[in-house]
């Protein structure tokens, strides 16, 4: 007994140690990033890791003003917000229809999105430019928007058939009995039951479009049209003394400050869907 | 003279007509919901990706619809092209060695979290596990071009994090070292960075799993008198062997187009191309180079890099899990 609990010390004081390290290397560069965005250039360039002198909170203004970022974050806003709410739209009617009925050609649509699933976008990628170019829609948000739609489909329909597939049967036949034909059977009875199953890929796909930056990088060129992801990466292939380091820590702030508070608050739930999405 | 209070010679017909207006009905339910979705789905990713297959066989370079059949042209001057042997050698490096690192940590910590606590009472996690669960997970939720920011600042060579701390210490060689602009430390450095995103997605994927795991079973190891080690090697990483399979297939493609990171931490490929990746080079040889054709072929290649890649994972897995139930059954 004695033997064990002193084996269990060691034990706990090693993973404490090894875990203790791991968040540091995690939280530290955080925090430095924090403090670098309301220090001057040149306290930047002369005195790393000293704390500023005086907080310049005019990095913040000049990122948000001039480098672009607020115009940028606005774009990234409408583009996700809309992509999600049409991709959950469009995904749960497909993965419905999929899941439960049968008709010629169901199998073939499932398969082909499940493929497509395992291809990498690059291959797409070339095509894809002309496709929106010849549809008029390169370098528009609508033409970003519906290719963000088009990549988060797939998956949404994956996820959300397993979903719908397991809905019980009676509550459908109880509404059909009632009178109700399929549309209101879909939106009052199946679609609110399936709402967990919605946030959780929701969530997912938020991450995903949020993230995204080579749609973007390619299809949206436009630089009034640019997405968050790449205004961030501006400031990394404009290189030189002329960069205005105050406002790129501060730009980088701003991006992950509304990321923490979602975090912090939906972190349970955000956990849960990725423990449900296994396959992404 | 009929009316609707004659139920007599009606039910028949009646019903039959019910029939067809209920199968009219749902054919287009069926139609009015799949058509959207699947148009979207044909048009914007079937269609490129059939596509692709064509022009790779082309000599196409995207200015006017002009093109040639070249037969499989980009792909022999393709390995003849040592800017993408490079390039291949890179992502195949990434592939080999990240997914295995990301997924031994984010076991190891899974394990210690849920079930690395007092080997008395009842089977449980590391006191204050939580808190490093919640920790980990956060890099995920970064976009990757503001991770490569922050990590491109710290391996800044004399106004970084890194350097200035190591200099701190007394380590002064390193006071204007450029751990992204020299060949050898270029690609650790970035794998590293690329490894600190994603690990806590896997950690919290496998608690999940191991969470799933019955406690009776780690109750009767613990009486058999098995350790952690023990414990983690024959009770839960066969019984998660399933979520670390499918997290390596999904990992691969994830890692294979590391592009985001790539882009920001090596615009150009690194030093003597050291951090080049496939993907990268695609987008270079395509947007900035125009050869559309050769890029093409270069995205055929890798998809065929990635099914190879799942293959092989698979195949390793089934060896895996074959090996474990004749161990059991023996």
């Not at chain 1, 796909?205 to 436009?222: A, S």
Request: proline share 5%; with cysteine; glycine share 8%.
């Amino acid at each position: 007994m004695q033997r064990r609990r002193r084996a269990d010390i060691a034990y706990a004081t090693t993973a404490h140690g090894a875990l203790g390290i791991w968040s540091l290397l995690i939280i530290v560069p955080f925090l430095w990033t924090v403090m670098s965005s309301l220090k001057s250039s040149s306290e930047i360039l002369a005195s790393p890791l000293a704390p500023p002198t005086t907080w310049r909170f005019d990095n913040y203004v000049r990122a948000w003003t001039t480098a672009g970022i607020g115009e940028f974050f606005f774009n990234t806003i409408l583009v996700v917000g809309s992509a999600l709410v049409i991709v959950m739209l469009l995904g749960a009617m497909c993965a419905y229809v999929l899941a439960r009925f049968s008709f010629p050609g169901n199998r073939v649509i499932y398969y082909a999105m499940l493929i497509s699933m395992s291809f990498p976008i690059f291959l797409a990628i070339v095509p894809l430019f002309f496709t929106l170019q010849n549809l008029g829609l390169l370098n528009t948000l609508p033409g970003l928007t519906v290719t963000y739609v088009a990549f988060a489909l797939p998956f949404t329909v994956f996820f959300l058939y397993a979903f719908f597939e397991s809905l019980p049967h009676d509550v459908y036949e109880a509404a059909k009995i009632d009178g109700a034909g399929e549309w209101r059977a879909f939106f009052s009875v199946m679609l609110p039951m399936a709402a967990p199953g919605m946030a959780s890929v929701a969530i997912l796909n938020f991450i995903g479009l949020w993230n995204q930056f080579m749609l973007p990088i390619v299809l949206n060129t436009k630089k009034e049209n640019w997405v968050l992801t790449q205004g961030m990466s501006a400031f990394a292939s404009s290189t030189g003394r002329s960069v205005d380091y105050g406002a790129m820590f501060a730009a980088v702030v701003m991006t992950i400050i509304p990321v923490l508070i979602v975090y912090i608050i939906f972190q349970r739930r955000l956990e849960g869907s990725v423990s449900q999405g296994t396959f992404r | 003279m009929t009316t609707s209070h004659t139920t007599v010679g009606r039910p028949r017909p009646r019903a039959a007509d019910r029939r067809r207006t209920i199968r009219v009905q749902r054919a287009t339910f069926i139609v009015a919901f799949l058509v959207l979705p699947v148009t979207v789905f044909v048009v914007f990713i079937a269609s490129p990706f059939l596509q692709a297959f064509y022009y790779s066989l082309t000599d196409w370079r995207g200015f006017s619809q002009d093109m040639n059949f070249v037969g499989l042209a980009n792909f022999t001057s393709m390995f003849g092209d040592p800017v993408f042997l490079a390039a291949l050698r890179n992502s195949l490096l990434l592939c080999l060695v990240l997914p295995t690192a990301v997924l031994a940590a984010a076991f190891l910590i899974a394990f210690t979290v849920t079930a690395g606590g007092p080997s008395v009472g009842h089977v449980r996690g590391l006191r204050g596990g939580g808190f490093y669960r919640i920790i980990t997970f956060f890099p995920y939720t970064i976009p990757a071009i503001v991770v490569g920011l922050i990590w491109a600042q710290v391996y800044d060579p004399t106004r970084g994090l890194l350097n200035s701390v190591l200099t701190g210490l007394g380590f002064t060689e390193f006071a204007s070292f450029a751990w992204l602009g020299d060949a050898d430390t270029a690609m650790a450095a970035s794998m590293f960075v690329i490894f600190w995103a994603l690990v806590g997605f896997y950690v919290v994927l496998f608690i999940a799993a191991i969470k799933g795991i019955p406690g009776e079973t780690y109750e009767a190891a613990r009486l058999d008198g098995a350790g952690r080690a023990r414990t983690a090697w024959s009770i839960t990483l066969p019984q998660i062997l399933a979520s670390i399979q499918s997290s390596y297939v999904y990992l691969g493609l994830m890692v294979i187009d590391s592009f985001g990171f790539m882009m920001v931490l090596n615009p150009q490929g690194g030093p003597a191309y050291s951090t080049l990746t496939l993907t990268q080079y695609l987008y270079m040889t395509a947007f900035t180079k125009g050869q559309f054709g050769d890029a093409t072929a270069m995205g055929v290649f890798l998809a065929l890099v990635i099914l190879i890649y799942s293959g092989i994972i698979f195949g390793i897995f089934r060896l895996l899990g074959g090996d474990r139930r004749r161990g059991a059954g023996a």
